[in-house]
T-cell receptor, first 112, second 113 residues
Framework: AQSVTQPDIHITVSEGASLELRCNYS??????LFWYVQSPGQGLQLLLK??????LVQGIKGFEAEFKRSQSSFNLRKPSVHWSDAAEYFC??????????FGTGTRLQVFP | EAQVTQNPRYLITVTGKKLTVTCSQN?????MSWYRQDPGLGLRQIYY???????DKGDVPEGYKVSRKEKRNFPLILESPSPNQTSLYFC????????????FGSGTRLTVV
């Protein structure tokens, strides 16, 4: 069965530090991969997505993610975190175009 | 502006009192879905609809009903709410056949006492 694992429940970083949020998926073929961000009290906003082609994808707010087929991973990165990046981040995999399976989320806390 | 509108944003109700959470979209998307979000469990799909009059169960459908009489609306119905349905609910839409990902509503925080 398809699944998504986000191993880190909670991450704390200092403002200006680099960030990497981990995401591993289980799926037999190349999936559609997404990262969403949820700010407190808000809905989910799409950060970036991967369908095919270049395995390094750029998203909004300075985020990027790299698809590594050999590791079944799609980690989210940002070179320098801002206080406004504090939020919960969800990785999602789409085995087809009409359904997404979400990970359990990683809560990011940013210290000044 | 492309929007998914959920109402209400917050709702406190009592066990057994029927309620409906509405979801409306203005993007002409075929696909609509309801998720619930609980701490440590992420988002779990309740029901989804591929188009008008076509609905199907997601992963946690027990205690919920949906209908899709019009393309733009996809209400979530709790006929007899129970405390274990206290959760944060999201409606999501997507254009079928195009893997652009979901557009989410702002959420409905439901408390059943």
């Amino acid at each position: 069965a398809q699944s998504v694992t986000q191993p880190d429940i909670h991450i704390t970083v200092s403002e200006g530090a680099s960030l990497e949020l981990r995401c591993n998926y289980s799926y037999g073929a190349t999936p559609y991969l997404f990262w969403y961000v949820q700010s407190p009290g808000q809905g989910l906003q799409l950060l970036l997505k991967y369908f095919s082609g270049d395995t390094l994808v750029q998203g909004i707010k300075g985020f990027e993610a790299e698809f590594k087929r050999s590791q079944s991973s799609f980690n989210l990165r940002k070179p320098s975190v801002h206080w406004s990046d504090a939020a919960e981040y969800f990785c999602a995999v789409g085995p087809d175009t009409d359904k997404l399976i979400f990970g359990t989320g990683t809560r990011l806390q940013v210290f000044p | 502006e492309a929007q998914v509108t959920q109402n209400p944003r917050y709702l406190i109700t009592v066990t057994g009192k029927k309620l409906t959470v509405t979801c409306s979209q203005n993007m002409n998307h075929e696909y609509m879905s309801w998720y619930r979000q609980d701490p440590g469990l992420g988002l779990r799909q309740i029901y989804y609809s591929m188009n008008v009059e076509v609905t199907d169960k997601g992963d946690v459908p027990e205690g919920y009903k949906v209908s899709r009489k019009e393309k733009r609306n996809f209400p979530l119905i709790l006929e007899s709410p129970s405390p274990n349905q206290t959760s944060l609910y999201f409606c999501a839409t997507m254009r079928s056949g195009v893997p652009y990902g979901y557009t989410f509503g702002s959420g409905t925080r439901l408390t059943v006492v």
